[in-house]
T-cell receptor
């Protein structure tokens, strides 16, 4: 049983650029949730994908968008990067019918300069 | 006021000490989770509680639904317990997202 894989592990981007982060869900899981974790803070919910559609969104602007693919993997896209977007981005996969059994990836550390 | 509050923010203990981390929440919940995060960033689920108490090895988690409060205890602490411990809640109903506290940085000294 494979865990959740996120890529890349680290990324440096310039303000105004666009970035795509990737998440491969754990085998058998069909739901992917994305979280942003600023330094010294707990993760904050960005959005969740199930059946290739967004199901629930936190307090993040539209420049944060995502996709889910038929194999349940997912992408997080951020346009017009701002300095405050610098954070650890975590994804977690689960079953839609058993959300409380989730697996987190190790995250992507994004630095915006 | 945050929906999930943890205390203390930082905790330093000597090896062998009994440790308690507290979590209070202000919303109705379906479940409360305790998680552990190591410096690399990966997060591991320790417990999921909807009532009562759970124990796993040296870790004990309790929840009081009426008081909207949970505690994580570590008995006979060890330096390898050093990590950030995070409390998270899943709201009631069909919500399938977690709301996290800001975490407690635990350092256990040898």
């Amino acid at each position: 049983e494979t865990g959740v894989t996120q890529s890349p592990t680290h990324l440096i981007k310039t303000r105004g650029q666009q970035v795509t982060l990737r998440c491969s869900s754990q085998s058998g899981h069909n739901t992917v949730s994305w979280y942003q974790q600023a330094l010294g803070q707990g993760p904050q919910f960005i959005f969740q994908y199930y059946r290739e559609e967004e199901n629930g969104r936190g307090n993040f602007p539209p420049r944060f968008s995502g996709l889910q693919f038929p194999n349940y993997s997912s992408e997080l896209n951020v346009n017009a990067l701002e300095l405050d977007d610098s954070a650890l981005y975590l994804c977690a996969s689960s079953l839609w019918t058993d959300f409380d059994r989730y697996t987190f990836g190790s995250g992507t550390r994004l630095t915006v300069v | 006021k945050n929906e999930v509050e943890q205390s203390p923010q930082n905790l330093t203990a000597q090896e062998g000490e009994f440790i308690t981390i507290n979590c209070s929440y202000s919303v109705g919940i379906s479940a409360l989770h305790w998680l552990q995060q190591h410096p690399g960033g990966g997060i591991v689920s320790l417990f999921m509680l909807s009532s009562g108490k759970k124990k796993h090895g040296r870790l004990i988690a309790t929840i009081n639904i009426q008081e909207k409060h949970s505690s994580l205890h570590i008995t006979a602490s060890h330096p390898r317990d050093s990590a950030v411990y995070i409390c998270a809640v899943r709201s009631g109903g069909s919500a399938r997202q977690l709301t996290f506290g800001s975490g407690t940085q635990l350092t256990v000294l040898p």
